[in-house]
């Protein structure tokens, strides 16, 4: 093998034909999305995602969360790739049904609506996932939160996978520890996870994933803990939602930090932030610091749209997000 490799660099014109593919391959390899991708292809696309965003928003100002959510819930789960927006079908296991999504996970006829607006204008060319990209960036910016450049580039996914969302989505009872290997094993590391997890200052939660909490956790703040109880029976109304910051829960801001300092994290998982371990540190300096949490929330929302997506002739366009073509 070495000897081949040596008479191939002897040779000028099979040195620069090799060179050539090795340069093709690692290309391949390490397609960049970009921010201009659809600079002359679809000019308006982005303006067409935003108003249509804000529309959806404007109508119900709790959407902003749950469209950040959907970004984040997708991305984990193959990659940005809208697995995420795919209805079951007989040949489709819909990740909408896995239990981290199902009667929770909300947003999709809004990413669907912004898609048959840009479909007017560029059929065939914007991706459902750099729609749901666009649109927890225009969600945020919407409600006083951050905003960033969006990379751009992705296609959609031809499959999807209940199983991956059921093991590879956070769950609301894991401890520090689960959530930080689960972010790890995506590329994030522990001050982006809990910079992402900010966001639940937009949030709700349904009262079946904070009861044990509320009722059986000595750590919690009590007073806290019986405001929650009046929406929250110990028997009963599973599905009663509360807002994870029942401080300012329209506004994107750090009150969701302050709260956790405050042992009044609803979730437990959101309560381990803060808790003896690790990141006690960054919770305190977001607590401290709204600029820097709307910083580092905006770089975090950027590395993770592009976990694995999908580029160049992988996957497909599609012409509606909620089934492939």
Known sequence: MAIQVLNI??????????????????????????????QNSCPNALSTIRTSIRNSIAAERRMAA????????????????ASILLEETPSIESEQT????????????????????VEK??????????????????????????????????????????TLANSELPRF???????????????????????????HTLGQAQCVTFRDRIYNNVTI????????????????????LAPLDLVTPNSFDNNYFKNLI?????????????????????????????????SDFASAMIKMGNIEPLTGTAGEIRRICSAVN
């Open 221 to 240: 703040d009590a007073g806290f803990a019986s405001t929650r109880r009046r929406g929250c029976p110990a028997v009963g109304g599973d599905s009663n």
């Open 98 to 117: 896995a239990v981290p999504n199902k009667d929770s996970a909300r947003g999709y006829g809004v990413i669907e609506k912004a898609k048959s607006e």
């Open 121 to 162: 204008i560029c059929p065939g060319v914007v991706s459902c996932a750099d729609i749901l990209a666009v649109a927890a960036r225009d969600a945020s910016a919407y409600v006083g939160g951050p905003s960033w450049t969006v990379m751009l580039g992705r296609r959609d996914s031809t499959t999807a996978s209940r």
């Open 173 to 199: 009872t894991d401890g520090l520890d689960r959530l930080i290997s689960r972010f790890q094993s995506k590329g994030l590391n522990a001050r982006d996870m809990v910079a992402l997890s900010g966001s």
């Open 9 to 38: 660099l002897a040779s000028p014109a099979k040195a620069a034909a090799l060179m050539f593919v090795v340069l093709l391959l690692n290309t391949a390899c390490q397609a960049q999305l970009t921010s201009t991708f659809y």
């Open 66 to 81: 749950s469209l950040i959510r959907l970004h984040f819930h997708d991305c984990f789960v193959q990659g940005c790739d």
């Open 262 to 294: 405050q042992r009044k994290g609803l979730l437990e998982s959101d309560q381990v932030l803060f808790s003896g371990g690790s990141t006690d540190s960054i919770v305190s300096e977001y607590s401290r610091s709204p600029a820097a949490f709307s």
